[in-house]
């Protein structure tokens, strides 16, 4: 049977494709509201763990900026067992020197990375530094520049016990100024949750899985279980394999919400936005070219075709295919707060943000490629070399 499709039916057929991408995005944002949960407070004298030691390592290179701040939320946890293990990654702005003042902490143990071994991306290998020398029956991997508050370890010891988990991981508060990087911090959150499923981390089952950079904290059986950082010795996205290792071996991963227990200032303006996924967006397509640009243009045209539908209009169901795809986008927005006015008026503007957020990945994807390397914190990395295990 032949069917004869004008252009009118072909612009529904299209404007209906783009509502259900948003209302896609939509229901993981709900998903993510009923299955990604919040830690439970947990009093002083409430600490079922006192003899469980965590070992908070981190590895820094050139932070000089934020690297004392970060140290220093740290160690003032409130949980009895600590050891930070801060790990010199071949820094050359005196970043360790920022940390001296410290020093006299004997819970701070400094570890110096003169030279990186063949094989190794410079964190990867400073983290498995860090864990080489760690004595704890956990270990918690974060970054330099995420603060913690002072029951943040407690919080999530009492997390990871009341689920069983082998993983935790934390989504932090991001600081955000203004509505441009709000748009590319949503529009980033909204596209990780259709393309990694986080909410279903802890579902054995099922394949979403999230690891997150501020804050990975691992048993360490399990850690040795997986093979350490040694297993992804080449691979870009560390924080994210870890916990797909993790949900491979059939361990129990967890992913919970501590936006009021870390937090972390992730980028600064365009520049920064650029910087955050210069090095990993094209390792998110597994260093396929046909398929970051193909990616990029759905981006594009997802973020288009709504608008499209308000500007030529037409039909009862064009109108009804554009108020489901701004009505989605409005309402997802509360996955990220709760103001609502700010939300109506990033709702209405994430056209904008999935526009900005495509250009930005294929600028770092261009880079990468005619560079035929990856760059990361002043190192190049040839792209040929770099892990590229299915993400």
């Known amino acids: 049977m032949r069917v004869d499709l004008?252009?009118?039916?072909?612009?529904?057929?299209?404007?209906?494709?783009?509502?259900?991408?948003?209302?896609?995005?939509?229901?993981?944002?709900?998903?993510?509201?009923?299955?990604?949960?919040?830690?439970?407070?947990?009093?002083?004298d409430e600490n079922s763990f006192p003899t469980v030691k965590v070992s908070i390592i981190f590895a820094y290179r050139d932070e000089k900026a934020g690297i004392l701040d970060a140290c220093r939320s740290v160690l003032a946890q409130d949980h009895g067992s600590i050891e930070v293990i801060a790990v010199d990654d071949r820094s050359t702005d005196g970043s360790g020197n920022a940390l001296d003042e410290l020093s006299g902490d004997p819970r701070l143990k400094r570890v110096m990375v003169r030279d990186l071994p063949h094989g190794w991306l410079g964190k990867n290998h400073a983290l498995q530094r860090g864990a080489d020398c760690a004595t704890g029956e956990?270990?918690?991997?974060?970054?330099?520049?995420?603060?913690?508050?002072?029951?943040?370890?407690?919080?999530?010891?009492?997390?990871a016990n009341c689920y069983a988990a082998d993983h935790l991981a934390l989504l932090p508060h991001v600081?955000?100024?203004?509505?441009?990087?709000?748009?590319?911090?949503?529009?980033?959150?909204?596209?990780?949750?259709?393309?990694?499923?986080?909410?279903?981390?802890?579902?054995?089952?099922?394949?979403?899985?999230?690891g997150v950079g501020a804050f990975n904290m691992i048993r360490r059986r399990a850690y040795q279980?997986?093979?350490?950082?040694?297993?992804?010795?080449?691979?870009i996205a560390d924080d994210v394999m870890l916990a797909k290792r993790v949900k491979d071996a059939g361990l129990r991963l967890m992913l919970g919400s501590g936006e009021d227990a870390v937090s972390v200032r992730w980028f600064v303006g365009f520049k920064g936005m650029l910087n955050s996924i210069r090095k990993n967006s094209f390792r998110g397509f597994n260093y396929r070219l046909d398929l970051a640009i193909a990616g990029a243009a759905g981006i594009g045209v997802c973020a288009i075709l709504p608008v499209l539908c308000v500007i030529v209009g037409g039909s009862a169901g064009v109108w009804?295919?554009?108020?489901?795809?701004?009505?989605?986008?409005?309402?997802?927005?509360?996955?990220?707060?709760?103001?609502?006015?700010?939300?109506?008026?990033?709702?209405?503007?994430?056209?904008?943000?999935?526009?900005?957020?495509?250009?930005?990945?294929?600028?770092?994807?261009?880079?990468t490629w005619?560079?035929?390397?990856?760059?990361?914190?002043?190192?190049?990395?040839?792209?040929?070399?770099?892990?590229?295990?299915?993400?």
């Open 6 to 44: 004008n252009t009118a039916d072909l612009f529904l057929i299209a404007a209906w494709a783009g509502a259900a991408f948003w209302a896609l995005c939509l229901a993981h944002t709900v998903l993510g509201a009923l299955f990604i949960r919040r830690m439970p407070r947990v009093e002083p």
């Open 138 to 159: 956990w270990l918690l991997f974060t970054d330099a520049d995420v603060i913690f508050q002072k029951d943040t370890v407690r919080r999530a010891l009492k997390t």
């Open 175 to 210: 600081v955000l100024n203004g509505a441009v990087e709000n748009l590319f911090y949503r529009a980033f959150g909204t596209l990780f949750a259709v393309r990694f499923q986080p909410w279903a981390s802890r579902f054995r089952r099922l394949n979403g899985f999230a």
């Open 225 to 235: 279980q997986i093979g350490e950082h040694r297993a992804i010795a080449m691979d």
């Open 320 to 367: 009804t295919a554009a108020g489901v795809s701004f009505g989605s986008m409005v309402l997802l927005q509360f996955g990220f707060g709760s103001k609502v006015p700010q939300n109506i008026f990033l709702g209405l503007a994430m056209p904008a943000g999935l526009l900005l957020f495509a250009y930005v990945i294929m600028v770092s994807v261009w880079d």
């Open 370 to 391: 005619r560079r035929q390397a990856v760059i990361w914190r002043g190192t190049s990395y040839p792209l040929k070399q770099m892990d590229a295990t299915w993400l």
